[in-house]
């Protein structure tokens, strides 16, 4: 996919020739075009790195994701609906805050 080896493939790699075949084997299943495309499967991927905050990920789901055809803007747009989504997922952790027996 990329011609740059992520210190994700790094790591993976020296887990052994086994553990690295079957993470790819892995990855290339979920990856491939199914009943998502793979555009679409590279757009959640990049969203899911945004909401995690990895900028590597992000970086590396960019790229893929340009490969794949995606647009700035439909990769924008995808960063907006993870960031949606973590801002929900911030309420929902000070959801507690509401309570008033904990004085």
């Given at each position: 996919m990329l011609e740059?080896?992520?210190e994700a493939d790094k790591f993976v790699e020296s887990l052994g020739e086994d553990v690295d075949s079957a993470f790819k084997k892995l990855a290339?299943?979920?990856?491939k075009e199914g009943a998502l495309s793979a555009k679409d499967k590279?757009?959640?991927a990049l969203a899911t790195?945004?909401?995690i905050r990895c900028e590597h990920?992000?970086?590396r789901h960019k790229s893929i994701a340009t490969s794949m055809g995606a647009s700035r803007e439909e990769m924008l747009e995808a960063a907006a609906v993870a960031?949606?989504?973590r801002l929900g997922s911030g309420f929902n952790a000070a959801y507690p805050l509401l309570d008033n027996t904990s004085r």
């Open positions: 740059q080896e992520s290339h299943q979920i990856m590279a757009l959640i790195s945004v909401a990920c992000v970086e960031g949606l989504v």
